[in-house]
Nanobody, 121 residues
């Protein structure tokens, strides 16, 4: 499956953005999809994950209550709604596909190209 992330941009602290991860391929609905983010000089960290059916989700503690992950298998798309953004959320955001959602980047076999999110104070 090929993934393409979009929706990033520049937003003020307290604002919102919605990221999209569009997939090609008929097997999209078979995979868990997760979002990771990587700030300059830091490791790529898990942000949120959703199961293939959408019935299961997982969030990093740093985004719980602010971010919501969802998917529309009919549109081959996963979304990440990000609210109450802070400058600490500034990073390149990547979507990834794997058999199950996991905190480990090495568990994913397909990655999107990344989309930049910048939150100004």
């Amino acid at each position: 499956v090929q993934l393409q992330a979009s929706g990033g941009g520049l937003v003020q602290a307290g604002g919102s953005l919605r990221l999209s991860c569009a997939a090609s391929g008929r097997t999209f609905s078979s995979y868990a999809i997760s979002w990771f983010r990587q700030a300059p000089g830091k490791e790529r960290d898990f942000v949120a994950g959703i199961s293939w059916s959408g019935s299961g989700t997982e969030y990093a503690d740093s985004v719980k209550g602010r971010f919501t992950i969802s998917r529309d298998n009919a549109k081959n798309t996963v979304y990440l709604q990000m609210n109450s953004l802070t400058p600490e959320d500034t990073a390149v955001y990547y979507c990834a596909a794997g058999p199950v959602y996991s905190y480990r980047a090495s568990d994913y076999h397909s990655w999107g190209q990344g989309t930049q999110v910048t939150v100004s104070s």
